[in-house]
C-alpha cells in the first residue's frame, strides 16, 4: 500500500458555516457532469463524502449498487450515516480514509468520485493515481473542483477583492491549492489517465434568497470556521481585516442587483486496460 503524502490541512474545518454549503450540494447541482454514466448496478466510491448528501444521491441511482462514502474527518463521517438513514438507504456506508493511500484492493470500483477535495489535499496527482488504482477498467474517475481565481461578481467590491486574495493565502498556506479547477485535466495526465474528458459549469447566486445565503454563509467563515483561525494564526489577516471582509459579503449580499458565479472544472476520466 502507497505511503500517506498528504500535507495539506483542511482550510475550512467543519463549523456549522461551512456545513451550510455542504448540505446544500446535491449530485444534480454538484455532480451532473456524471449521472449519465451511472448504471444501477455500480459500484461508488465517494471520497471527501463529507455529510453525505452527494453521497445519497449517487447511492440512490444505483439501487442494485453500493456507495462507499469516506472522508478524511471521522467526526463528519456521524452526520453523514444519519443522512443516509433518513433517507432509507441501504446500499450505502462510510469510513475513514486518506486519498493519498486508499485501503482497498485495486480494481474494486465502477466509479471513483470526489468533489472539491483534490484543492485541498498535498498531492492531487498522487491522489488521481490512487482513484484509478482502485476504479475497474472501463470504470470512471469523476472530479470536480472549484476555481477559485475564476469566481466573479457584480457589483465590484474592494473588499471582496481583498477576500479572495486572502483566501488564495490561507489555502496555498495550508498546502493546498485552490484554483485547481483548470489544473484537473494536467493533473490526470500527469497521474497516467489517457482518456480524459474536461469539461466546466457553474453554481450562480443571484435571487435575493440566494444572495443571503452565499453572503451569510462567507461572512460567518470568515469570522467562525476554522478558515478564519488559520488565517489569523498563520499570520495572514488580523481579526480586523476578517472583520472588514466578512461585512463585504453582507454588504455585496444586500445589493438588490448582485450576481456570484462559481466555475468549476470537471473531468470524467474512463479507465482504459492498458492503464489497469
Known sequence: MPKAQETAVYTHGHHESVLRSHTWRTAANSAAYLLGSLKPHMRILDIGCGPGTITADLAERVPDGRVTGVDHAPGILEQARRTAAERGLGNVDFAVADVHALDYP???????????????????????REMRRVTRPGGFVAVRDADYAAMTWYPASPGLDDWLD????????????????RRLRSWALAAGLTEVTATSSTWTFATAEERAWWSGLWADRTLASAYAARA????????ERLRAVSEAWREWGRQPDGWFAVLHGEILCRKTPEEA
Open 232 to 239: 489569523t494564526e498563520g499570520g495572514h489577516a488580523t481579526p
Open 106 to 128: 485495486d480494481d474494486t470500483f465502477c466509479v471513483v468520485h470526489a468533489h472539491q477535495v483534490l484543492q485541498h489535499v498535498g498531492d492531487p496527482v498522487q491522489a488521481l
Open 166 to 181: 486572502l483566501y488564495e493565502s490561507v489555502a496555498r498556506g495550508n498546502g493546498g491549492e485552490p484554483d485547481a479547477g
